[in-house]
């Protein structure tokens, strides 16, 4: 049965179970202090919104989702899928965004694609379905699946604060490349989820004291 975070205490309850069954979890969660459940909206918005955000500042892209979103009412797939690309260049998206969106809006529309049933599969094939669907990398997937959906065992494997919170955490010689990120989080399955919430919390936790003890803002 898969696991979902779709609140605060179901985090929460998911992370004890992490450190009670790996204690090497238990400095980890010392040093970030319980992580917050981060979540965004589901379905097409969701995954628009970070398509449209890839790659960009996290000023540009807030601005391009602005307009996008004052432009459209409701922003959904039949207005995507309708909407003439050079309209949709004008508000900001890129060529290469705007050919992923509408492949995703016509996948929808032809119910080739169902983006709420990936809550209930397994993780790691709820990934790839959709890194299937052209322009959709393993980082966005993950983030889809664990920020929009609440999938409790989504494994960001390719997120460089995960990695290199492993890395510190665990104190390993090199940051894990995304391969590598597999096994080390085979530990943690069917909770994958909870434990990418905690090394972000830890990641930021360590830049954190860092940059007090370097004197920095």
């Given at each position: 049965?898969?696991?979902?975070?779709?609140?605060?205490?179901?985090?929460?309850?998911?992370?004890?179970?992490?450190?009670?069954?790996?204690?090497?979890?238990?400095?980890?969660?010392d040093v970030a202090g319980m992580p917050s459940l981060r979540r965004r909206?589901?379905?097409?918005?969701?995954?628009?919104?970070?398509?449209?955000?890839?790659?960009?500042?996290?000023?540009?892209?807030?601005?391009?989702?602005?307009?996008?979103?004052?432009?459209?009412?409701?922003?959904?797939?039949?207005?995507?899928?309708?909407?003439?690309?050079?309209?949709?260049?004008?508000?900001?998206?890129?060529?290469?965004?705007?050919?992923?969106?509408?492949?995703?809006?016509?996948?929808?529309?032809?119910?080739?694609?169902?983006?709420?049933?990936?809550?209930?599969?397994?993780?790691?094939?709820?990934?790839?379905?959709?890194?299937?669907?052209?322009?959709?990398?393993?980082?966005?997937?993950?983030?889809?699946?664990?920020?929009?959906?609440?999938?409790?065992d989504a494994w960001p494997a390719g997120d460089l604060a995960v990695q290199?919170?492993?890395?510190?955490?665990?104190?390993?010689k090199a940051r894990p490349t995304e391969k590598q990120m597999t096994p080390?989080?085979?530990?943690?399955?069917?909770?994958?989820?909870?434990?990418?919430?905690?090394?972000?919390?830890?990641?930021?936790?360590?830049?954190?004291?860092?940059?007090?003890?370097?004197?920095?803002?």
């Open positions: 049965m898969t696991i979902h975070l779709e609140s605060q205490s179901d985090l929460e309850e998911a992370v004890h179970t992490l450190v009670k069954r790996d204690p090497r979890l238990k400095p980890v969660l909206e589901p379905g097409f918005l969701g995954l628009a919104h970070i398509v449209c955000g890839q790659q960009l500042s996290t000023a540009s892209a807030a601005a391009i989702w602005g307009r996008l979103s004052a432009a459209f009412d409701p922003f959904d797939h039949d207005a995507v899928r309708r909407a003439r690309a050079d309209r949709l260049g004008r508000l900001g998206l890129s060529a290469a965004k705007i050919k992923t969106l509408k492949n995703i809006a016509r996948e929808l529309a032809a119910e080739r694609l169902n983006l709420d049933v990936l809550a209930e599969e397994d993780a790691d094939a709820a990934h790839h379905t959709l890194i299937a669907l052209p322009g959709i990398g393993p980082w966005t997937a993950d983030v889809y699946l664990l920020f929009c959906l609440g999938h409790g290199e919170g492993i890395r510190i955490g665990f104190g390993l080390l989080a085979e530990p943690w399955r069917p909770l994958r989820g909870a434990a990418a919430h905690l090394w972000w919390s830890y990641y930021r936790a360590v830049k954190k004291r860092e940059g007090v003890i370097g004197g920095k803002a």
